[in-house]
């Protein structure tokens, strides 16, 4: 039997307590049903995230994101899988949420799963949009935006301004690579862009042995 609806709520609120304490903070400021919202949305969002860099993310493969994502379609359709579900299936039925996000956000886990180098920024920046920006367009529709963003790849001219809420969610990202530049080598990954590394004549080895010196500084 799957959970009530109080008690699903109150797990996504004691999750986002726990690992991401400042933006919980945040989100007491919301009223009561949009706060609900955002800590369902987050602790969707982070299990989607948990798929490739988790505890069991070795186990990840194509079909796993092909099966979380036939579970997410279950969730839009009303029908919660597990617990978590209870309170994002509802908070679905209180917000007008558009799919197509949460179906990038796990195409950025595929991204995960197949790329570990990225040659160039624009490269870099879809992924970015898919993993971060994603949240953006689920966070404004809640927040009552009455235009909701739109992502600059669905916006039409690839020229077309980018809306500061995926601008937001993107440039969190760049922070969070920057930070864990170290941490994503040591697995093996590489999110700064290839084409930068080279401008300074800066090497995939040299990264991956953690080299730090003057080219690190310009």
């Known amino acids: 039997m799957l959970a009530s609806l109080d008690e699903a709520y109150e797990a996504c609120r004691q999750v986002t307590a726990q690992y991401s304490k400042s933006f919980y903070l945040a989100t007491l400021l919301m009223p009561e049903e949009k706060r609900r919202a955002i800590w369902a949305i987050y602790v969707w969002c982070r299990r989607t995230d948990e798929l490739v860099d988790g505890p069991a993310a070795k186990f990840t493969t194509k079909e796993t994101l092909d099966k ?20 994002l299936v509802d908070t679905l039925e ?3 949420l558009d799919i197509q996000p949460f179906r990038d956000m ?4 595929r991204m995960d799963l197949v790329c570990d180098r990225y040659q160039a920024f624009d490269d870099l920046l879809l992924y970015c949009y898919r993993v971060a920006g994603t949240v953006g367009l689920m966070s404004t529709v809640v927040m009552g935006v009455e235009t909701p963003a739109r992502a600059p790849w669905d916006a039409g001219p690839q020229d077309a301004p980018m809306d500061e809420a995926i601008a937001l969610g993107i440039a969190n990202q760049l922070t969070n690579i920057l930070r864990d530049v170290g941490e994503d080598a040591q697995r093996g ?3 700064l862009p290839l084409e930068d590394l080279a401008m300074f004549d800066y090497t995939e080895a040299d990264l991956l042995n953690g080299v730090v010196d003057d080219r690190c500084d310009r």
């Open 94 to 96: 209180r917000f007008p």
């Open 106 to 109: 796990i195409a950025g886990q």
């Open 189 to 191: 990954r590489i999110y």
């Open 68 to 87: 979380w994502e036939r579970q997410l379609e279950s969730n839009f359709a009303g029908i919660a899988v597990d617990d978590e579900d209870v309170a």
